[in-house]
């Protein structure tokens, strides 16, 4: 089933804004990870925080969790066209079998040039 | 990281035929997985793909239909027995070597008439 929920489904913005995804997900995680899919293609893992952290950067992107609320949120600075692409976060899953990974629904994000 | 090639990159074929998807990867790895995504879909796992052993499938999938090899520490088929268009999917396979990132082939569009 799946645990994670991204918000919104869609966004559009302009090059050189910020785009912020979010991420929902019910149950106790060992870690979150955001993935890119370009275009059907093949996924690009991007950046992974753990339980016990609650910020992460990794060159343009920044990622939160607050696992009081189930959350996590990717923040993409200064956006670039070549950012359009669907994001999704996928959890490990606390007393889940090693190395599943639960995908949410994805973000489409359209960066207009 | 781990680079990981599948074939074919696209398919296109009739109902009730079946096609196996190769997975090869350029180096040894614990865990590989195949997934399915639908249309607009995020990404479902349908098994992992145990080395010397029957695959594990999730709730939903079973083995008459998606039959999985796993010869080797770098090598993997799916089988898509049967097909009908609701099969018309993105199957990707991936690989994990511990509790964290997995890396993820470039996919294999299937579009079943």
């Known amino acids: 089933s799946q645990q994670g929920e991204e918000d919104p489904q869609a966004l559009s913005i302009q090059e050189g804004e910020n785009a912020t995804m979010n991420c929902s997900y019910k149950t106790s995680i060992n870690n979150l990870q955001w993935y890119r899919q370009n275009s059907g293609r093949g996924l690009v893992h991007l950046i992974l925080?753990?339980?016990?952290?609650r910020e992460k950067h990794s060159g343009r992107l920044r990622v939160t969790l607050d696992t009081s609320k189930k959350s996590s949120s990717l923040l993409i600075t200064a956006s670039r066209a070549a950012d359009t692409a669907s994001y999704f976060c996928a959890t490990d899953d606390r007393g889940g079998s090693n190395y599943k990974l639960t995908f949410g629904k994805g973000t489409l994000l359209t960066v207009n040039p | 990281s781990a680079v990981i090639s599948q074939k074919p990159s696209r398919d296109i074929c009739q109902r009730g035929t079946s096609l196996t998807i190769q997975c090869q990867v350029d180096s040894q790895v614990t865990m590989m997985f195949w997934y399915r995504q639908q249309p607009g879909q995020s990404l479902t796992l349908i098994a992992t793909?145990?080395?010397?052993?029957?695959?594990?499938?999730e709730s939903g999938f079973v083995i008459d239909k998606f039959p999985i090899s796993r010869p080797n520490l770098t090598f993997s088929t799916l089988t898509v027995s049967n097909m009908s268009p609701e099969d018309s999917s993105i199957y990707l396979c991936?690989?994990?070597?511990?509790?964290?990132?997995?890396?993820f082939g470039p996919g294999t569009r299937l579009l079943v008439l």
């Open positions: 925080i753990r339980s016990n952290e």
């Open positions: 991936s690989v994990g070597r511990s509790r964290e990132t997995q890396y």
């Open positions: 793909a145990n080395q010397g052993s029957e695959a594990t499938y």
